[in-house]
């Protein structure tokens, strides 16, 4: 169970490649043919053996040495290309396996005319033991056929079959070992009844290798003796693309990549998006290939940010036919928070009818970055169909006995197709993320290119899939399979309780994941539940909790989303005895959060306000990573023509924002004043109502801000904290939260100013900054540009301290409290 939840298709694996480093691979198998040469060629550096030693692998019982003195001396194979064996009856090569698993097969054919043959006219076919790797096969201009097949026995019998009355004929043989890291499957990944698509059992064909962006590199400059072509011929629209090239910059990572998986000359160059300074290009750089329909493509992207200077500057979309692959593509989080860092992503391309394979990569409409996208290599690979036949002979595609042994695979619509794809992505991009930090991951999923014919999803859950298509929202799932992850909602794997419901740890094959479970009878909730599905199916960010898929069966409201190793921020402040957190780690959690609060307020044509931070919904990842969680709440924004939106007030007790709360408008100063509680929680580590303290302190947000005025605040911080904090560094936390908490939506600065002061409060943490720290101090947040809003006479301000007289309870703060809410102001509206 588990990927099928996620439309099948998807694997992501790592790659634990610590030793191979770039000490270069040694192939154990190294058999190298010269056919038809009386003598040894050395090309680059590789020595082709002369057939007259070749021959004890020869079995054949006619054939014709051929030699030309007319090579072309333009290819790189000249040499070899100087003779050939003709084939005229069916013959074997058979070359003993020093090393199972997979190998290089590389056909290289130069037809000439040799006495009778006319090797132009020849027809053939090859195949391997358990592959066609050929069939009706012409050349008519010399052609190097690379395949890789996983060997499985202890010899490799490769056999060329002429067609009637025809001949076979090869110039040269390569048969090698490659490095097992190369293309590889996490079987342990792979539920049984998916095996059959694992990458390990497939024979490829490579048909593109492309160089973005910078010239050829032939075989002597790889690693594994491979050739990448430049881009330029398959770019669609050359204008609107441009060459980057720093080769010196490739980094490979700790594991991943490495020089085996492409050169630094391929990651070194890339092909990136000719915006020309303008800051509203809009357009997509599209390379198109030619591709035989029928067959399924392995399509490898090559990654390597070299053009930005600063990290999180570029994030792109990534199609792959018309549809999205991977959006954003964010290398800075791919590559760990390094620049220059080589990457690859694989995807399976499901097979098509169409004869033409597109890849595009395109601005990301994320807010405030600018236009650009790039591209450093790409391998296109075809895969054997059912028939393990990588030709187009042969049978292709429907083929009834394969889709028996996958279990239920459904015949999907067009729209159905999208929907599953879509679906697929969401979890994508989740996984990708979480891999990132191992190094690399590799990612695939077969698309369906043109969305038209009949498509086959594998899953057991096909069916139900499809169902969810008309909401458009997120990856349904059955509720059985809910059950089945919690452990039939087993109470000992409750993880938290929200005032949604509790929450409890789910266990799918790919991982652990958070399940949240509402009560199915409240109205309220159901609302809730769905402002959260389509909140979090519109937002992908790093800093926002991803959503995997939710479950309204029976009545249900179930979401379930990715598991946040170290729970709340709250829990890692106080009450839970977990070790209290460094200064740098509380500064790293607040520009985290803020960075997910600022996408939501900018990133998205409408602003999204969030109306329930707290710290019980800022979430912590296993390395702490801080992502904001819960938007049940939130609501769309003003609009350009209106103020505020009206609603009842909704929020949590001690976060909300009094103006908010006196005028029931909604604006995201509400998010930044409960932003502002928060950031005063981090820093004294208690909670932010606590009735059981002395009257003036109950409330953290005025007991906070009556001694930043008094410019004493190190007096309440966190007794773990004190003399551990940089003056500077306080100074700055503290005058920004201040600021968050102003009595007026209008003197709150936005998420993005309250952002770059908390990253400028890090920076004089770690003292990086120098100067005078007063004047720093007072430049960042000083001038702050008005809002629209106008909220009129500003009135009332002694409501702005404690709302409410809490008696009874111990800490209200990590309950919603909505009902009372409800209850105290009157319904929806004014
Ligand atoms: C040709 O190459 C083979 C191995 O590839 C080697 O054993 C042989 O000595 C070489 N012959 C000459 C003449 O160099
Ligand atoms: C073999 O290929 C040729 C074109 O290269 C095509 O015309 C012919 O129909 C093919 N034969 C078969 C049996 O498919
Ligand atoms: C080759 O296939 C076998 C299974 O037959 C698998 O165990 C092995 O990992 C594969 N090797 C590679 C390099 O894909
Ligand atoms: C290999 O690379 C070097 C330097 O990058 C270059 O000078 C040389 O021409 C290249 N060789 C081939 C065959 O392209
Ligand atoms: C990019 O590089 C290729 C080959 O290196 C060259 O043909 C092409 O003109 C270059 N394009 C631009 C826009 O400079
Ligand atoms: C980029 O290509 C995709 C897929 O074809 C398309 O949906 C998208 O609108 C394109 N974007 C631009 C800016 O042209
Ligand atoms: C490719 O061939 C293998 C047999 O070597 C087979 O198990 C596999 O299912 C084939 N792939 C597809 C996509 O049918």
Redesign the pocket.
């Known amino acids: 169970m588990g990927h099928e939840r996620f439309g099948l298709f998807i694997w992501v694996w790592s790659v634990l490649c610590l030793v191979c480093l770039s000490s270069g691979f040694n192939p154990t198998d190294n058999y190298l043919i010269d056919c038809g040469s009386s003598t040894n060629t050395t090309v ?1 550096g590789r020595v082709f053996m002369g057939d007259n030693l070749a021959s004890k692998y020869l079995s054949s019982s006619q054939s014709v040495l051929a030699s030309t003195s007319k090579s072309d001396p333009s290819t790189d194979y000249s040499t070899l290309y100087q003779t050939a064996r003709i084939l005229t009856s069916v013959s074997k090569f058979t070359f003993p396996i020093g090393r199972k698993g997979r190998h290089w097969i590389r056909l290289y054919f130069y037809p000439f005319v040799y006495t009778s043959y006319n090797m132009n006219l020849a027809n053939f076919a090859v195949s391997t033991q358990n592959h066609v790797l050929l069939s009706n096969f012409s050349v008519t201009t010399d052609v190097v056929k690379e395949f890789s097949v996983n060997l499985t026995s202890d010899k490799l019998v490769l056999t060329f079959t002429p067609s009637d009355n025809s001949f076979a004929f090869l110039n040269a043989l390569e048969v090698v070992s490659v490095p097992d890291e190369l293309i590889i499957d996490d079987a342990t990944r792979l539920s049984t009844n998916q095996n059959f698509l694992g990458l390990l059992w497939q024979a490829l064909e490579t048909v593109y290798r492309v160089n973005m962006g910078g010239p050829m ?2 075989f ?2 790889d690693t594994l003796g491979r050739t990448w072509v430049p881009d330029q011929s398959y770019l669609v629209q050359k204008n609107l693309a441009t060459n980057v090239s720093n080769i010196e910059a490739v980094k490979y990572p700790q594991d991943g990549a490495t020089p085996d998986t492409a050169p630094k ?1 391929v990651y070194g160059t890339c092909t990136r998006m000719n915006s020309e300074g303008d800051p509203n290009s809009n357009f997509n750089i599209t390379w198109e290939f030619d591709v035989d329909p029928g067959f399924q493509y392995l399509v490898r992207f090559h990654f390597c940010d070299i053009v930005s200077k600063s990290l999180n500057q570029l994030y792109f979309n990534l199609y792959i036919g018309y549809v999205i692959a991977c959006q954003p593509v964010d290398l800075s989080v791919l590559a760990t928070n390094q620049l220059a860092v080589a990457l690859y992503m694989d995807y399976v391309v499901a097979s098509n009818t169409n004869n033409k394979l597109r890849v595009s990569v395109g601005p990301s409409p994320l807010h405030g970055t600018y236009p650009d996208a790039i591209l450093n290599g790409l391998e296109i690979m075809k895969m054997n169909n059912s028939d393990g036949s990588l030709s187009g002979l042969g049978s292709v595609a429907s083929d009834s006995s394969a889709k028996k042994k996958v279990g239920v695979i459904v015949g999907v619509s067009i729209a159905a197709a999208f929907a599953v794809v879509l679906a697929a992505f969401l979890f994508v991009c989740n996984r990708r993320r979480r891999l990132a930090r191992q190094g690399l991951s590799k990612t695939w999923i077969p698309l369906s290119i043109n969305g038209g014919n009949s498509h086959t999803m594998g899953s057991k859950y096909s069916n139900v899939t499809t169902a969810s298509i008309n909401s458009n929202l997120g990856y349904r799932f059955p509720f059985v399979a809910v059950q089945e992850a919690t452990n039939n909602f087993d109470e000992s794997w409750v993880i938290g309780i929200g005032g949604f419901g509790k929450v409890y740890k789910g266990v799918l094959n790919d991982g652990t994941v958070a399940v949240k479970r509402g009560n199915p009878k409240s109205q309220q909730g159901l609302a809730e539940f769905r402002t959260e599905i389509e909140m979090l199916s519109q937002f992908r960010h790093r800093h926002l909790v991803s959503l995997i898929g939710y479950c309204d069966e029976r009545n249900e409201m179930i979401l379930i989303y990715e598991y946040m190793e170290n729970g709340t921020l709250k829990s890692h402040l106080y009450g839970s005895g977990l070790p209290s957190l460094s200064w740098k780690q509380r500064l790293e959690i607040c520009i985290g959060a803020a960075r997910g609060l600022h996408y939501l307020h900018t990133g998205y044509a409408k602003a999204v306000i969030h109306r329930d931070v707290k710290s019980a919904n800022i979430l912590l990842d296993e390395n702490l990573m801080a992502k904001v969680a819960d938007f049940g709440l939130s609501k769309t924004g003003p609009e350009i023509d209106q103020t505020h939106v009206s609603t009842a007030v909704k929020g949590s007790f001690g976060y909300l924002d009094p103006e908010y709360f006196r005028r029931q408008q909604l604006t995201e100063k509400s998010d930044v004043y409960s932003f502002g509680v928060v950031l005063f929680e981090i820093l004294c580590a208690r909670p932010v109502i606590d009735p059981t303290l002395p009257r003036e302190m109950v409330n953290l947000a005025e007991w906070a801000m009556k001694w930043q005025k008094k410019g004493q605040l190190e007096q309440i911080i966190d007794p773990a904290l004190v003399g551990k904090i940089r003056p500077d560094s306080l100074r700055k936390f503290g005058e920004t939260a201040e600021k968050c908490l102003a009595d007026f939506g209008v003197d709150r600065p936005s998420m993005g100013d309250v952002l770059w002061n908390l990253e400028y409060a890090f920076q004089l943490e770690e003292a990086v900054i120098q100067g005078d720290p007063d004047e720093n101090s007072t430049n960042m947040i000083g001038e702050l540009s008005p809002q629209v809003n106008n909220f009129g006479q500003h009135d009332d301000r002694s409501v702005s301290t404690t709302p409410f007289e809490v008696s009874s309870v111990d800490d209200l703060s990590g309950v919603s409290m909505s009902k009372v809410f409800s209850q105290l102001v009157k319904s929806e509206g004014r």
Do not use: F, Y
């Open positions: 680059g590199i032939s002597e400059n000359t």
